[in-house]
């Protein structure tokens, strides 16, 4: 639980707060047609769908965040990115191998937008990180990208800035 002391940055003492956002599904999903959707496979942490006769693929993981001054609990984005051909079969073929874990990064492409973001988070590039199995993906951002949500992952966030992000999503 938050809230022993007051926040440096706006002196109220913030508790409660919901430390993991994000879509269902990739946005190339949500934009999708029924006939688009009804070719293509959508569960929680795998999609797959075809877009004027091409695949796309994508793995669901979080972009983890340190929160500088809170508990140790990272602030996370679920997000949606797209896999190579290639790389989705190999992580399709290791999905539950116990050392998936020691696969080496994925690149792909973010697929998620993120409201508070300016500009748009879709199309960051990023290298997805297999995890033990039952643990999504660990997604890093370019870190030589110019983009607020790389400053915030290389950097990590304050308490505040959970709570603007609590009350900009959940309308408090």
């Known amino acids: 639980m938050w809230g022993k002391s007051r926040c440096a940055t706006c002196g109220k003492k913030h508790t409660g707060f919901v430390m993991v956002f994000g879509p269902d599904s990739p946005l190339t999903w949500a934009q999708a047609t029924d006939d688009e959707r009804a070719e293509g496979e959508l569960s929680a942490d795998l999609c797959a769908i075809s877009?004027?006769?091409?695949?796309?693929?994508?793995?669901?993981?979080?972009?983890?965040?340190l929160v500088t001054d809170g508990d140790g609990t990272p602030f996370s984005w679920t997000v949606w990115v797209s896999l190579s051909a290639s790389n989705w079969a190999v992580m399709i073929d290791h999905w539950q191998d116990p050392k998936r874990d020691q696969l080496e990064p994925m690149f792909g492409w973010l697929n998620s937008a993120l409201p508070p973001y300016e500009p748009s988070t879709i199309s960051l590039a990023t290298n997805v990180h297999q995890r033990a199995v039952g643990v999504v993906p660990l997604i890093e951002l370019d870190p030589s990208l110019d983009h607020p949500l790389v400053r915030e992952q290389l950097h990590g966030i304050s308490l505040h800035r959970v709570a603007e992000i609590n009350a900009q999503l959940l309308g408090e």
């Open 51 to 65: 877009i004027d006769g091409e695949m796309h693929y994508y793995v669901r993981g979080h972009i983890e965040i």
